[in-house]
């Protein structure tokens, strides 16, 4: 039996080991200087001031949103197309996520639906980086400094990513970043805050770190949201890796751009000025193929090509929210959910593997 190809894998090697192991042998694995390293690094990358690492990209979002005040009574508008985790944080806050419809070609937040939703409760807009596409920039922030919002970027899934030559996580007032397993660079677990505001960065290092302001004496209700420094050391090495890791993903896209051949397969839109680093290659899989989109994933497991569904469920649709707005306040992002299908992009993929995948697409479309 052919060997399935996978939808992600993480490009690990003997550096990153060794940068680990370094750590291990120093006898100092939690928090420290190679955390305080790789934020500095990380900042500098990103073109910003300031840089905190945490412990998860939700954690990120959860500690960014708290240091701008966001709490009770406060609405965040959010886009529905997205990780649910971009929702919660805001729930985690006491406040209320505010469902936002997004584009049909991109499948970031609509600005004009944003529009639509702001209401004297809303504090902020969290825009989402989707798939490494840049959201749409100017527009959103034009609203937010139109009606005084505070502007955060989701940029989970954009290291690297940039409009204008300029890095995601540098447009908000504060981003967010998720160093997962499955991102286009890894500590294993992790995440980042990133702002040019150092009295917000203050704020977050207080929260992340259970609100000590020195040790043992606590000035606000903190979290343990810390990074350790053997995920700092990966980091570190994975960081340095990143533009070239960047560049296959980009390349393994444009091949499968170039070579389906079913006009019911619609391709990634990119935004003009905006590069994308593909955390995912998402098709929309439309009429003119001879499959549907659950039939297409099966027929292509049969044929040893891993996909998946980025996502099956809008977040306004699952169970935690559904109804708050009412029956379906996000049209494209409930049609998005029944019409994607994420093929392999990932940096270890092989010519061999790509033909395979390509092969295995127009055989079946």
Same mark, same amino acid.
């Given at each position: ?114 529009? /639509? *939703? #702001? !209401? @004297?409760?809303? %504090? ?87 609100g000590q302001k020195e040790k043992y004496l606590h000035t606000t209700l903190g979290y343990n949201y810390r990074m350790t420094d053997m995920e700092a050391a990966m980091g570190l090495v994975q960081l340095k890796k990143l533009d070239g890791m960047n560049a296959k993903r980009a390349a393994n896209a444009r091949y ?7 006009? /019911? *397969? #619609? !391709? @990634?839109?990119? %935004? ?94």
């Amino acid at each position: 039996m052919t060997a399935m190809i996978p939808i992600s894998r993480p490009v690990l090697g003997k550096e990153e080991v060794e940068a680990v192991a370094r750590v291990m042998e120093s006898g100092m694995i939690a928090q420290g200087q190679v955390v305080a390293e790789f934020e500095r690094a990380f900042a500098s990358y990103c073109g910003v001031n300031h840089a905190i690492a945490t412990s998860n990209g939700t954690t990120a979002l959860h500690a960014a949103l708290l240091s701008a005040g966001i709490g009770p009574g406060d609405e965040v508008i959010v886009p529905s197309f997205t990780f649910i985790a971009t929702a919660t944080s805001v729930s985690m806050c006491g406040a209320r996520p505010v469902f936002a419809d997004v584009d049909d070609r991109t499948f970031t937040i609509d600005p004009a639906a944003v529009e /639509g *939703l #702001i !209401t @004297p409760k809303t %504090r902020g807009v969290i825009g989402v980086h989707l798939f490494g596409q840049p959201f749409d920039i100017p527009a959103l922030a034009r609203i937010c400094e139109d009606h005084n919002l505070l502007l955060v970027e989701d940029a989970a899934q954009a290291h690297g990513s940039t409009f204008k030559g300029r890095k995601m996580g540098s447009f908000g007032e504060l981003a967010c970043f998720s160093f997962y397993a499955t991102k286009n660079m890894t500590t294993g677990e992790g995440g980042m805050v990133t702002t040019d505001d150092a009295e917000l960065a203050g704020r977050i290092r207080l929260l992340i770190n259970h609100g000590q302001k020195e040790k043992y004496l606590h000035t606000t209700l903190g979290y343990n949201y810390r990074m350790t420094d053997m995920e700092a050391a990966m980091g570190l090495v994975q960081l340095k890796k990143l533009d070239g890791m960047n560049a296959k993903r980009a390349a393994n896209a444009r091949y499968l751009d170039q070579s389906f051949r079913c006009p /019911g *397969l #619609i !391709t @990634p839109h990119v %935004r003009p000025d905006s590069t994308h680093v593909y955390h995912q290659y998402v098709l929309k899989v439309e009429k003119g193929s001879r499959l549907t989109r659950d039939g297409l994933v099966q027929a292509l497991a049969e044929r040893g090509v891993g996909t998946a569904i980025h996502y099956p469920r809008p977040v306004h649709d699952q169970p935690l929210y559904r109804g708050q707005q009412g029956k379906d306040p996000c049209p494209v992002s409930s049609r998005l959910a029944s019409k994607v299908l994420s093929l392999p992009v990932h940096p270890l993929l092989s010519e061999s593997d790509l033909t395979a995948i390509v092969r295995a697409v127009n055989e079946v479309v």
